[in-house]
């Protein structure tokens, strides 16, 4: 099952939380609780959230249906990231969410090369109409 990044970017809050604590980290040198704090990490999920439910419930989904199911996730995303001043995600967090994207998609059993393709798209663009952050 694709993991969700904020499952990712929680521990690495945990980690280094657990480093300074532990005096492995000094305060000046950690960032994760910052680069991801837990307003964004709630909201991120309350979005992916139904985005899960809605693709779980595609029986041989329409490209269409396909379409508007990204849409909806990454208009909502773009929705977190316009909250923060277009700072909720850095460039690795946003290549994290596409993939999970894909690879969400992907385990429904919807061949993500293939609907990119008869688009004209590659698979790493499908979020791209859409995306501003």
């Known amino acids: 099952m694709a993991t969700r990044p904020t499952e990712h970017w929680r521990r690495s809050v945990a980690e280094e939380a657990r480093q300074i604590a532990s005096g492995e ?3 000046d040198c950690a960032f994760s609780a910052e680069l991801f704090p837990e307003a964004v990490l709630i909201r991120t999920d309350e979005v992916l959230q139904p985005f899960e439910r809605e693709i779980a419930t ?3 989904p329409t490209d269409d249906e396909i379409f508007a199911a990204i849409e909806r996730v990454v208009l ?3 929705k977190v990231n316009d909250d923060c001043d277009d700072a ?3 460039t690795d967090e946003r290549e994290q969410l596409c993939e999970y994207i894909e690879e969400s998609l992907a385990e429904t059993g919807i061949n993500v090369d293939a609907f990119a393709g ?4 590659t698979r790493h663009e499908i979020t791209d109409k859409w995306r501003r952050w």
């Open 118 to 121: 008869r688009h004209g798209l």
């Open 25 to 27: 980290l000094d305060d």
């Open 88 to 90: 909720a995600y850095e």
């Open 58 to 60: 595609l029986t041989n």
């Open 76 to 78: 909502a995303l773009n």
